[in-house]
């Protein structure tokens, strides 16, 4: 079963892929831009308050992008093709395909 709560939300998502399996987000007061972003989250839950993400002409490397992730604590993006947190590498974000 997946749990959504969105709160003060503004997303723009362009050309995007989305695999989400068994998942739980919390995101409150968020601002996200993703464009030509590809996601795949596998049993992942994930609580972001107060943060902007902006990945537009292939990504923000850094910005103020701290995403929580329950059970592994606060990781900084450094991506800029996309977030891969699948099959034990959950917290590890890299460029789509590499």
Do not use: R
């Not at 959504?4 to 995007?16: G, K, L, W």
């Not at 892929?17 to 464009?35: A, G, K, Q, R």
């Not at 800029?80 to 789509?96: A, D, L, Q, Y």
Request: charged fraction near 15%; hydrophobic fraction near 35%.
């Amino acid at each position: 079963m997946t749990n959504y709560a969105f709160v003060n939300e503004t997303h723009v998502f362009v050309n995007e892929t989305d695999v989400f399996i068994n998942e739980t987000h919390v995101f409150v007061n968020e601002t996200d831009v993703f464009i030509n972003e590809t996601h795949e989250f596998v049993n992942e839950t994930h609580e972001f308050v107060n943060e902007t993400h902006d990945f537009g002409n292939y990504g923000v490397h850094t910005s103020q992008i701290t995403p929580l992730i329950k059970g592994y604590g606060v990781h900084t993006s450094i991506a800029s093709m996309g977030f891969n947190f699948s099959k034990g590498v959950v917290g590890c974000v890299t460029p789509e395909g590499t």
